[in-house]
C-alpha cells in the first residue's frame, strides 16, 4: 500500500519539536555560564572547583515504558559523560512517546460481536450478552483513568474537554458506565501489567479491555503462540484519548540547577531519532516527527492500525478529573 499521502498523528508539529530544541539547547548554554562562573574560569572540566563529579536525578515512570527505557538508558551515562564531562548519573525510571488508547481483546471476542465503540459494550451488557472486561484501576493507573473518561464520553456525547463537574452527577451518564463495568473482572494496578496478565491468562480469563495500543503490540505475538488466539486493538469509532507520556522537569527547592540540567539532556537524549525509533519496537509511536512510522511494527499482524483513523479527543480539566475520582466508587464492579 502507497503510505506516502498518509497523514500522521504527532505529538507537536516539526515547527513545534525544533522550538523546544532550541529550547534546551538554550538552557544549555545558560548552564555553562553559570558554571563558567562557579569556576570562576579555570580548566578542567568536571574537576573544577564548583562543579559535580556526579549528578543524581529521579525519572518516574509507568510499567509499560519499562522495557525501551532500560534499553535505551544505560548508552546516556557515556552519551553525558563524552558532552559535559560528568561522570556518573544515577537514574530511577522512564518515559515520552504516543499511544492511543484502545479496546484491546481476542480476535475470536471482536469476530463473534460487532464492537467498535463502548456504546456497543453497553449495548452487549444491556442485551444480556454475557462477556468479561477490564481495564486498570483508575486510582492507580493513568491508562485506567483515560478508560474511565472515555466511558463517560460516550455515556454523555461528549467530548472529555467539554466536561463539567455536574456532568458526572447525570444518572443516565453513570448507569452507562456501571452497566460496562458491570462486566468487570479485572481492575488491574497499571497499563502494561494488566495487558501481560490478559496475555498470560487467555480468552477464558477476559474478553477485551481497556489499554494503550502499545500493550497490545508488547503482548500479540506471545499470546497468538500461547493461545492461537490473536490480540487486537479497537479504536473507538467516536474518538479516543492519546496518550503522550509527558517528562515532567520539577521546579522545586529540592531540585538542584544541575539535576534540572542533566533531566534536560535526558529529555534531548530520548528524543533523538534513534532512541524515539527504538521505542517503537515497544509499541510506542514516536514524538520525534522526523521518525517515520515503522510499518512492519504498527499493522495488522501486530493487532493494529498503522494509521489512526479516529478523532482524538484533549484532555478534560484538572477539576473534572478530580471530581471523576470521586464518582469511580459509584461507577465499578464493587465485586472486583
Known sequence: MDRRNKSRLRLFPKQGYILMLIGILIGFMVFLAISSL???????????????????????????????IKDVTPAFEDWFFERFGIKEIAIDS??????PVVIGGWASFFEENNVNSFKDLYQLAEAGIDYKYGHPDPQLSNGGAMAEVLEFAYALEKKPEEFNIDDLKIETAKNFVKVIESKAVMYGK???????????????????????????????????????????????????????????????????????????????????EQNQDTAQEYGFRPANPNVPLNEEIFNITNGVEFEIKVPTFRPLSGEVMEALFTVWSDVKNPGV
Not at 42 to 54: D, I, M, N, R, Y
Not at 94 to 99: A, G, H, N, W
Open 190 to 272: 497499571s497499563t502494561g501489567f494488566f495487558g501481560r496478565w490478559a496475555a498470560e491468562n487467555g480468552p477464558s480469563a477476559i474478553d477485551c479491555f481497556t489499554v494503550y495500543e502499545s500493550v497490545i503490540i508488547s503482548n500479540s505475538e506471545k499470546a497468538t503462540q500461547k493461545w492461537g488466539n490473536s490480540l487486537v486493538a479497537v479504536y473507538p469509532e467516536d474518538g479516543t484519548l492519546l496518550s503522550d507520556h509527558p517528562f515532567v522537569i520539577l521546579n522545586a527547592p529540592w531540585v538542584s540547577a544541575y539535576q534540572k540540567f542533566a533531566a534536560s539532556q535526558y529529555l534531548f537524549y530520548l528524543l533523538q
Open 38 to 68: 562557579i569556576s570562576q574560569g579555570g580548566g578542567g572540566g568536571a574537576e573544577q572547583e564548583g562543579l559535580p563529579s556526579s549528578i543524581s536525578f529521579t525519572f518516574l515512570y509507568t510499567s509499560e515504558k519499562d522495557g525501551w
Open 94 to 99: 522512564t518515559s515520552l512517546v504516543l499511544s
